[in-house]
């Protein structure tokens, strides 16, 4: 069964400090993962986007990192700011044709001054 | 410039009422979607259309239809809202192509059922 897990599932940090959240799959085929930011209300907004042959992506303060061989994914975002709180959310495409996008449950992630 | 829009971003509707929401493209893509996502969960899909071949999710309740007329427009009609229906409604696109595709979200619209 095709499936997307991340961890943790909500996380409290200062403003400044760095985290990393996790996304590990279980999709097959595998096509591309994104990472998706979702402020509260509003609708996701695509963070970044990786295929089977890349490692890392980067976007300013988040970066990605993709182990296609572990199936796992993480989302390092640096030097967090007040307007990072957001849910993060992790989706995995199985294949190049498809339209199927396998959701992650997503990280609740609240920034604190 | 908006590139997936909603309207209208809020709704409220009472129990039983007929609603439609509405979203529209300026992207020229050729698959749209609709997913309903409650509160701090993922988005699930209901339906899509792949051009004009609509794809039904098979636990998307009947209660929920849609119409593409053109590739520009979709439409969610909910027949008869149950409070179960309150919920954030997405709307997605994406370009099906060699190499994968991004997929480009709405902002949503907020559904209340009173």
């Known amino acids: 069964k095709n499936q997307v897990e991340q961890s943790p599932q909500s996380l409290i940090i200062l403003e400044g400090k760095n985290c990393t959240l996790q996304?590990?799959?279980?999709?097959?085929?595998?096509?591309?993962l994104r990472w998706y930011k979702q402020d509260t209300g509003r609708g996701p907004v695509s963070l970044t986007i990786?295929?089977?042959?890349?490692n890392t992506k980067s976007n300013g303060r988040y970066t990605a990192t993709l182990d296609a061989d572990t199936k796992q994914s993480s989302l390092h975002i640096t030097a967090s700011q007040l307007s990072d709180s957001a849910s993060y959310i992790c989706?995995?495409?199985?294949?190049?044709?498809?339209?199927?996008?396998?959701f992650g449950p997503g990280t609740r992630l609240s920034v604190l001054p | 410039d908006a590139m997936v829009i909603q309207n209208p971003r809020y709704q409220v509707t009472q129990f039983g009422k007929p609603v439609t929401l509405s979203c529209s493209q300026t992207?020229?893509?050729?698959?749209m979607y609709w997913y309903q996502q409650k509160s701090s969960q993922a988005p699930k899909l209901l339906f899509h259309?792949?051009?004009?071949?609509?794809?039904n999710e098979a636990d998307t309740p009947d209660n929920f239809q849609s119409r593409r007329p053109n590739t520009s427009f979709c439409f969610l009609d909910i027949r008869s809202p149950g409070l179960g229906d309150a919920a954030m409604y997405l709307c997605?696109?994406?370009?099906?192509?060699?190499?994968?595709?991004?997929?480009?979200f709405g902002p949503g619209t907020r559904l209340l059922v009173l």
């Open positions: 997605a696109t994406s370009l099906i192509r060699p190499g994968g595709e991004t997929q480009y």
């Open positions: 996304c590990n799959y279980t999709v097959s085929p595998f096509s591309n």
């Open positions: 990786m295929t089977f042959s890349e």
């Open positions: 989706v995995v495409s199985p294949d190049n044709y498809g339209q199927n996008f396998v």
């Open positions: 992207l020229n893509h050729n698959v």
């Open positions: 259309y792949y051009d004009k071949d609509f794809n």
